[in-house]
């Protein structure tokens, strides 16, 4: 080989080796980079380690941004929280002064089911507004049934509304039954709950129901006095919160739908079986959430139960 050649390769190759041992270590702090990036995120996504839930979802509703979550996708019956599904098809039907009269038939669906009620009176008018509140704030199958007999019109006619509403919404994992969710066969996914908290609370008049910790209407002609207390006691347990719905079967076990807002930030999330009665343990998870990820300190009391509606009752 010449001279001049032996000099080229003696420089060059080992320039080449540098080079190759550098790609090499960039490439290892890349990769080491990444992994920290995804475990941090992992970490991130795991939240606060005493959430009492067998799943749940919390995100950043400014964002989209996925903040917590478990199980996301699976299919698990939700109790009352379908009762937002009944909510929403009536406030986009529009026609909420719309005379509503209570027949005997809503009256003994509550009792002959054992179901949480709003205490209903047969042959008392009220407004599609005022059943909302009925349905919402007690849980009221009673009123839930009421008004899906009346925007139906009739039960089967409702409850295909429900879920060609979920179909418009991509709730791809949901299917409803009935509007209530007494039965199992209502099942969804967290995911799917959080679009549906979502489009509920976009409407106004279904931000200012379930807002309440209360409401009364007072005794008129053709109406009894009726005094409904919400039973999302988070409205009360955790300042800031907005809504939205509790739920509680045997099957489903205690369910909660929330919203909170605090210094701009808004986030919604669900959390579902976290216990197998009635206890109050959803209030008590969705706080642990809702400082975690808003780094607050707010005192979070035992649970307990949220209050009775008018008989005692499934549904929550």
């Known amino acids: 080989m010449p001279a001049s050649r032996r000099l080229v390769a003696a420089v060059v190759s080992p320039l080449v080796?540098?080079?190759?041992?550098?790609?090499?270590?960039?490439?290892?702090?890349?990769?080491?980079?990444?992994?920290?990036?995804?475990?941090?995120?992992?970490?991130?996504?795991?939240?606060?380690?005493?959430?009492?839930?067998?799943?749940?979802?919390?995100?950043?509703?400014?964002?989209?941004?996925?903040?917590?979550?478990?199980d996301q996708a699976g299919q698990r019956p939700i109790a009352s929280l379908t009762k937002v599904m009944t909510a929403l098809v009536v406030i986009r039907a529009g026609d909420l002064r719309r005379r509503i009269t209570i027949t005997w038939a809503d009256v003994d669906y509550a009792i002959d089911n054992n179901a949480s009620n709003a205490g209903l009176h047969a042959g008392d008018i009220l407004s599609a507004r005022d059943l909302l509140y009925g349905m919402?704030?007690?849980?009221?199958?009673?009123?839930?049934?009421?008004?899906?007999?009346?925007?139906?019109?009739?039960?089967?006619?409702?409850?295909?509304?429900?879920?060609?509403?979920?179909?418009?919404?991509?709730?791809?994992?949901?299917?409803?039954?009935?509007?209530?969710?007494?039965?199992?066969?209502?099942?969804?996914?967290?995911?799917?709950?959080?679009?549906?908290?979502?489009?509920a609370m976009a409407e106004p008049a279904f931000r200012e129901v379930v807002e309440h910790r209360w409401f009364e209407l007072k005794a008129w002609p053709h109406r009894h006095h009726y005094f409904w207390r919400n039973t999302n006691e988070l409205l009360e347990r955790y300042p800031g919160t907005i809504g939205i719905k509790t739920g509680w079967t045997p099957d489903a076990g205690e369910c909660?739908?929330?919203?909170?807002?605090?210094?701009?930030?808004?986030?919604?999330?669900?959390?579902?079986?976290?216990?197998?009665?009635?206890?109050?343990?959803?209030?008590?998870?969705?706080a642990r959430l809702l400082n975690w990820a808003l780094g607050r300190h707010v005192p979070i009391p035992p649970p307990v139960p949220p209050p009775a509606s008018p008989r005692l009752s499934i549904g929550g």
Not at 28 to 37: E, V
Not at 138 to 165: E, R
Not at 168 to 183: H, I, P
Not at 260 to 279: F, H, L
């Open 136 to 199: 919402m704030l007690p849980s009221g199958a009673d009123a839930a049934m009421a008004l899906a007999t009346s925007y139906g019109p009739g039960i089967g006619k409702f409850v295909a509304k429900m879920n060609a509403l979920a179909r418009k919404l991509r709730m791809t994992s949901t299917r409803f039954t009935n509007f209530d969710g007494l039965q199992s066969t209502d099942v969804s996914t967290p995911t799917n709950l959080v679009k549906l908290g979502e489009a």
């Open 256 to 286: 909660l739908l929330f919203e909170t807002t605090y210094r701009k930030k808004t986030v919604i999330g669900v959390v579902m079986d976290t216990a197998p009665t009635n206890s109050g343990e959803s209030f008590v998870s969705a």
């Open 17 to 70: 080796a540098a080079l190759a041992v550098a790609g090499a270590a960039a490439s290892a702090l890349a990769a080491q980079a990444q992994t920290s990036t995804q475990a941090k995120a992992r970490a991130t996504h795991a939240g606060p380690a005493d959430v009492i839930a067998a799943a749940g979802e919390l995100v950043n509703d400014g964002t989209g941004k996925d903040l917590w979550g478990r």
